[in-house]
């Protein structure tokens, strides 16, 4: 079967270092550009960070970048969202997410959500003191 899931999500405390998990099966994950977008509650779906496929380059929302990484690990058709330095307001639910080669479909960084078509389900994070 088709899918992603990811893992890790946890409830932390603000400071705190977490990783997230995402893996596929069914697909070859190396064929795609790798995005991970986040949903805080009332508020839209939010793509934080992406690695292309090939030369994998990364791109990063201004809110996580220098504090999060997105790594990918083709061989073991897997990819990760390294968060360090977590703030309450990262909390919500972490979706990993595939788009064909390239991070964008529109000319932004990472986006829009709805080209990319292959979705987890998600995986809540919670950094609260």
């Known amino acids: 079967q088709v899918q992603l899931v990811e893992s890790g999500g946890d409830l932390v405390k603000p400071g705190d270092s977490l990783t997230l998990s995402c893996a596929a099966s069914?697909?070859?994950?190396?064929?795609?550009?790798v995005a991970w977008f986040r949903q805080a509650p009332g508020n839209e779906r939010e793509g934080i960070a992406c690695?292309?496929?090939?030369?994998?380059?990364?791109s990063y929302s201004d809110s996580v970048k220098g504090r999060f990484t997105v790594r990918r690990n083709n061989a073991k058709n897997s990819a990760f969202l390294l968060m360090h330095s977590l703030k309450t307001e990262d909390t919500g639910v972490y979706y990993c997410?595939?788009?064909?080669?390239?991070?964008?479909?529109?000319?932004?960084?990472?986006?829009?959500?709805?080209?990319?078509?292959?979705w987890g389900q998600g995986t809540q994070v919670i950094v609260s003191a």
């Open positions: 997410a595939t788009l064909a080669y390239s991070c964008s479909a529109d000319g932004s960084q990472i986006g829009p959500a709805s080209a990319f078509y292959r």
């Open positions: 069914g697909f070859t994950m190396d064929y795609y550009a």
């Open positions: 690695i292309t496929q090939g030369e994998q380059k990364t």
